[in-house]
């Protein structure tokens, strides 16, 4: 899932400005997990708003709804009654639920209240770890479903590269060196032979570099 924090509350106060009619808008899916853009923390970040302006003697009325997914247009349009008489919406969604926002309420300004960080998972309670750039081209079949990209630090494709430390990463001893548990993960599952076949070098063509991506579906195109 998306993994996002909220910012700080002075940023979001910034981004508020002279606005006086603010919604905020809450995503119930990937923040909603990661106890960033949920109901809770909406209601959280709009009470801290009102008291805020209220501190400051400004007159902003602040407003709160939570849809189901901000990055899918259906959702989206379900805000059409709540925002048409507003000067500002507050994304509490990750970056992608901001842009569609921002798409279906193209004459309305749209600020983000969290910082989108990574692709990853909850490893135990309030600690998310990344396991997945996008990179576009997956090799979690030769690598014992361990990520090479995402989590080693240099996204060595044919590691290691020399420097752990008991099972350390050189770059930083507090996390796990990616290549040394992809060892382990092969060993046990009695195919390190994988290791022996060379990855070519990457086609980041596949990745952000070949620019904003877009995956089509002919068979689910209408
Ligand atoms: S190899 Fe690429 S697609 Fe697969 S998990 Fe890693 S970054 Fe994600
Ligand atoms: S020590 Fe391991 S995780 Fe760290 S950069 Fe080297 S191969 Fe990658």
Redesign the pocket.
């Known amino acids: 899932m998306i993994i996002a924090e909220q910012k700080e509350i002075s940023e979001i106060i910034n981004m508020v400005g002279d606005h006086r009619k603010i919604l905020v808008i809450g995503c119930d899916t990937c923040v909603t997990v990661c106890l960033s853009g949920g109901a809770k923390e909406v209601a959280i970040l709009a009470s801290a708003l009102r008291l805020a302006f209220r501190v400051q003697g400004k007159q902003v009325e602040v407003n709160e709804t939570t849809i189901e997914r901000q990055c899918e247009i259906e959702f989206v349009d379900s805000l059409e009654s709540m925002a048409k008489d507003k000067d500002l919406l507050i994304s509490m969604g990750c970056g992608i639920g901001v842009q569609t926002i921002a798409e279906r309420f193209f004459h309305l300004p749209v600020v983000p209240a969290l910082n989108t960080k990574f692709l990853g998972l909850p490893e135990k309670q309030g600690v998310w770890v990344e396991r997945c750039q996008a990179c576009g081209q997956c090799v979690l079949d030769k690598t014992g479903g361990i990520c090479?990209i995402s989590?080693?630090?240099?996204s060595?494709l044919n590691?290691?590269?020399?420097?752990?430390q008991n099972g350390?990463?050189?770059?930083n001893d507090e996390?796990?060196?990616?290549?040394?548990l992809i060892y382990e993960r092969l060993k046990a599952l009695n195919r390190l032979e994988c290791l022996e076949e060379i990855m070519p070098v990457k086609d980041w063509s596949t990745s952000r570099d070949g620019g904003p991506r877009k995956m089509i579906r002919e068979d689910m195109c209408l």
């Open positions: 090479p989590r080693c630090s240099k060595l590691g290691p590269c020399g420097g752990s350390k990463c050189e770059i996390i796990d060196c990616a290549w040394h």
